[in-house]
C-alpha cells in the first residue's frame, strides 16, 4: 500500500555532501520507523541510519559525525544529510520504513564520491 521514492543521490567529489530523501505515498497509518540502508555489489546490505516518529535517532559507526537522519511526520518523509562524503561510503542507498506490521522498501539511488 504504502510506495516509497528516494530522491537525491548523484556524484560528488570527496569532503561534498548530498541530502538524500524519502517520500512515502498511501500511508494510513503512521509510519514508526524509517530507515536508510545501503548497498554495494558483493557486500551485505548495511543499516546507515534509523529515526522513530518520536524522533529518537541511529548511526553506524561509520557514519557519525558526518551523516543525519531526519523525518516529517505528518508528510511521511525521510531526509539523509550526508557531508564529508569518502570513497567508501559509495553505495546504492535503500529507504526502509516500518508502518504497523508493514514493512516496505523504495528502490534505492545511486551514490558515487569520487574524484
Known amino acids: 500500500q504504502v510506495q516509497l521514492v528516494e530522491s537525491g543521490g548523484g556524484l560528488v567529489q570527496p569532503g561534498g555532501s548530498l541530502r538524500l530523501s524519502c517520500a512515502a505515498s498511501?500511508?494510513?497509518?503512521?509510519?514508526?520507523?524509517m530507515d536508510w540502508y545501503r548497498q554495494t555489489p558483493g557486500k551485505e546490505r548495511e543499516l546507515v541510519a534509523t529515526?522513530?516518529?518520536?524522533?529518537?535517532?541511529n548511526y553506524a559507526d561509520s557514519v557519525k559525525g558526518r551523516f543525519a537522519i531526519s523525518r516529517d511526520n505528518g508528510e511521511n518523509t525521510v531526509h539523509l544529510q550526508m557531508n564529508s562524503l569518502k570513497p567508501e561510503d559509495t553505495a546504492v542507498y535503500y529507504c526502509?520504513?516500518?508502518?504497523?506490521?508493514?514493512?516496505?522498501w523504495g528502490q534505492g539511488t545511486q551514490v558515487t564520491v569520487s574524484s
Open positions: 498511501r500511508a494510513s497509518r503512521i509510519i514508526s520507523i
Open positions: 526502509h520504513a516500518i508502518s504497523g506490521v508493514r514493512i516496505y
Open positions: 529515526v522513530t516518529s518520536s524522533g529518537n535517532t
